[in-house]
């Protein structure tokens, strides 16, 4: 298997405990060096109306702004900061040139956040 962002030879260690444990084999898409460029957004910290990463859980100034001109807030989940290269990247490979494959980059963090609600009964 190869990196769907640099192309690079994936490794899955294929050991006699993995083999034993029953497990699934599961392909990851990319290497950890490409996803480490990706920076993460802390839910802790990152703004309750649009998601965007800050150092505090408050409403940035967009929202406030928002909120001031008496709009409903969206309460967007940002799980990456957007603004950066490499996410540039990924979106214009993705969206604009069309590479369906590159949707397995962020589908486990996509369905993982999604289970925690489907608990919640929504």
């Known amino acids: 298997m190869k990196c769907l962002l640099c192309n690079a030879t994936l490794a899955f260690d294929f ?26 957004i802390a839910e802790k910290t990152s703004c309750p109306g649009c998601g965007r990463k800050q150092t505090q859980r408050k409403l940035c100034q967009d929202c406030l702004r928002w909120r001031n001109l008496q709009k409903e807030l969206l309460y967007n989940k940002a799980f990456y900061v ?4 490499n ?3 990924y979106f214009e490979a993705y969206k604009f ?16 956040y999604c289970k925690k609600y489907l608990r919640r009964g929504w």
């Open 15 to 40: 050991s006699w405990r993995w083999f034993f444990s029953f497990q699934a084999f599961e392909t990851v898409p990319i290497c950890e060096k490409c996803h480490q460029k990706f920076i993460a």
């Open 82 to 85: 957007y603004a950066e290269p």
């Open 87 to 89: 996410m540039r990247a």
């Open 97 to 112: 040139q069309g590479d369906y494959r590159l949707r397995q980059i962020f589908a486990k963090t996509l369905q993982a």
